[in-house]
C-alpha cells in the first residue's frame, strides 16, 4: 500500500506561559488519546467558557485534575497536565521512563481491559450508521510489547551532541530516546549505536531523519541526509553494517532524485505466505508480525470462495501473496518500487501465472466500476486517508463480496457509508491493537450485496 500522507498542521494560537491554571473533570478519551473535558469543572470554575472541549494528554476518564492551557485550535483548547488532584481506578504505572514526554505513546497509564475495551467502543462509535444487529464484531486481538518492527527515528545534532529519537507531541522537539518498550530491541539498538558516529553524516544544527525495517534478514535502513556524508562517514555506515544485523543501508539526499545504495550486505527479504519479497529501502510493511498475521487471516475469510480477486493497494504483496493460494489475484500499487518487488517476488517464485501486478495511482485514478465486475471479490487496504474514490466506483459495478483493511476509523466509517448507502450489508468487523499504548487500531470489515 502507499505510504501515509502527512496531515496539514493546524493554524494554532498559543497561550502566553503565565496563563491561570483550570481546574477540569475529565469525561472521556478522545480519538487523539487525550483525556476530553467539556466545561465539568469540580468547584465551578468560572474562568471556563460555555461549550469548549480541553484536551489534556496523561488522563483518564473520571478524573480531577489541574491544567495550564498551551495552545487553542478550531477543535478546542489543548492543556498541559500539572497535578491530579482525583486520580482513576483504572490508572497504572507506565512501563516507559519516557511516557508523558515522547509522542510516540498517549495511553500506556490505562490498564489493560479499559484500554482494550476503548479502542473496540471507538470502532463501535464511528460505524453506528452503517453497522446492524447482525453485524459481527471480534474482540480485540492484542500485541506484544517490544513488537515494533518498523519505525522512523530523527535525529537533530547540536555543537556538543546529537539526540535521537521521537518528537515530542505537537512540537519540533526531539526525545533522546535509548530504551523503548515498544519497539523491537534491535531497532532501539541499532538507534544508540548511531547515535555516536552521527556527527559524520548530519552538520550541526541540521535534522535528519532514519526509516529503519525489520526484515527477515536483518534491518534495512534509509537514511535522508542534507548532503552527501564523507567518506569518513561511509566507512562509519560500513563499519555499522558489519557490527549489527544489517541486511543494507541507503540514503536518500535532498537534492537527489533516487535513493542511493551505501552497503548491501545481502539481499534484504521479507517472506509471505512462503514467498521471500525483496521491498525498496523505506517500504511501507505493517507494523507487527502478529498483527500481519491477524490481518491476513481476517482477509482470507472474508473472501472463502473467491475464485478472482482484486486488490487494491497491495504494496510489496502482504496480502496478495496469502491470497493467491485460494484465487488469482489482480494486485494494484501506487508506488512504482513497491510494485516492481512484487512483480519480481512472483516471477521469482514462479507464481505470475497467479498474479498480476499493476502500478497505478488509485487515489487520484482509480480503477473504473466497468472494470470491477469480473471479479469475486476486492480487497482494499488503503493509507489513513481513505479509498472515497475508489469505493464511489466500487459501489457502481463491483462484486458481491468487499473487504477493507484500514488503520483510521473515521475515514472508514466514510467508505463504509457509501459501500452500504450502495446497498451492501456490514457483516463483521475484526479488529487490531496493532499499535499499541497509541489511539490507532487496525481493522478488518467484511461486506456483502446480492447480486
Not at 497491495?314 to 512483480?343: R, W, Y
Request: hydrophobic residues 35%.
Amino acid at each position: 500500500m502507499n505510504k501515509r500522507p502527512k496531515k496539514n498542521k493546524k493554524t494554532t494560537k498559543r497561550f502566553p506561559s503565565h496563563t491561570a491554571t483550570i481546574e477540569l473533570v475529565i469525561d472521556r478519551i478522545g480519538g487523539k488519546g487525550d483525556g476530553i473535558s467539556n466545561n465539568s469543572p469540580p468547584n465551578n470554575n468560572d474562568k471556563l467558557k460555555e461549550n469548549q472541549s480541553y484536551f489534556i494528554p496523561g488522563t483518564l476518564p473520571g478524573e480531577q485534575i489541574i491544567t495550564r492551557p498551551i495552545f487553542k485550535t478550531a477543535e478546542g483548547i489543548f492543556g498541559q497536565l500539572l497535578e491530579v488532584t482525583k486520580t482513576s481506578a483504572e490508572r497504572v504505572s507506565a512501563p516507559c521512563t519516557y511516557f508523558g514526554i515522547c509522542g510516540g505513546c498517549s495511553l500506556q497509564h490505562w490498564n489493560t481491559v479499559s484500554y482494550q475495551e476503548w479502542k473496540i467502543n471507538r470502532i463501535k462509535n464511528v460505524t453506528k450508521t452503517v453497522t446492524s444487529p447482525n453485524t459481527v464484531f471480534s474482540k480485540l486481538i492484542p500485541s506484544e510489547p517490544r513488537a515494533r518492527r518498523r519505525a522512523d527515528i530523527s535525529i537533530k545534532r547540536f555543537e556538543t551532541k546529537s539526540v535521537l529519537g521521537f518528537h515530542e507531541r505537537d512540537s519540533h522537539r526531539i526525545v533522546d530516546i535509548q530504551s523503548c518498550d515498544l519497539l523491537d530491541p534491535e531497532i532501539i539498538n541499532l538507534s544508540n549505536a548511531l547515535r555516536p558516529i552521527s556527527h559524520l553524516f548530519v552538520a550541526i544544527g541540521e535534522s535528519s531523519r532514519i526509516s529503519i525495517n525489520k526484515l527477515d534478514n536483518g534491518l534495512d535502513i534509509l537514511i535522508y541526509l542534507r548532503s552527501e556524508p564523507s567518506l569518513e562517514g561511509l566507512e562509519a555506515f560500513n563499519k555499522l553494517a558489519h557490527a549489527h544485523n544489517l541486511s543494507r543501508i541507503s540514503m536518500k539526499i535532498a537534492s537527489a532524485a533516487d535513493i542511493i545504495p551505501i552497503i548491501e550486505k545481502r539481499t534484504p527479504q521479507i517472506e509471505f505466505s512462503g514467498v521471500k519479497i525483496s521491498p525498496p529501502p523505506g517500504a511501507f510493511l505493517q507494523a507487527t508480525k502478529l498483527g500481519t498475521q491477524s490481518i491476513t487471516e481476517a482477509v482470507l475469510l472474508g473472501v472463502t470462495g473467491a475464485k478472482t480477486i482484486l486488490e487494491l493497494f497491495s504494496g510489496c504483496g502482504t496480502l496478495t501473496i496469502p491470497l493467491h493460494h485460494q484465487a488469482t489475484v489482480h494486485a494494484v500499487e501506487g508506488d512504482p518500487f513497491a510494485a516492481d518487488a512484487l512483480k519480481k517476488g512472483t516471477i521469482k517464485a514462479a507464481i505470475d501465472s497467479k498474479i498480476s501486478v499493476e502500478t497505478r495511482d488509485l487515489l487520484k485514478n482509480p480503477l473504473p466500476a466497468d472494470e470491477l465486475s469480473k471479479y469475486d471479490a476486492v480487497v482494499f487496504d488503503p493509507p489513513r486517508s481513505g479509498a472515497k474514490k475508489q469505493v464511489e466506483e466500487i459501489v457502481k459495478n463491483g462484486p458481491a463480496t468487499v473487504v477493507a483493511v484500514s488503520c483510521n476509523p473515521n475515514t472508514f466509517a466514510r467508505d463504509s457509508q457509501i459501500l452500504v448507502t450502495g446497498g451492501y450489508q456490514l457483516k463483521k468487523i475484526t479488529s487490531i491493537d496493532q499499535f499499541l499504548w497509541s489511539p490507532h487500531v487496525e481493522l478488518v470489515a467484511e461486506f456483502y450485496r446480492e447480486k
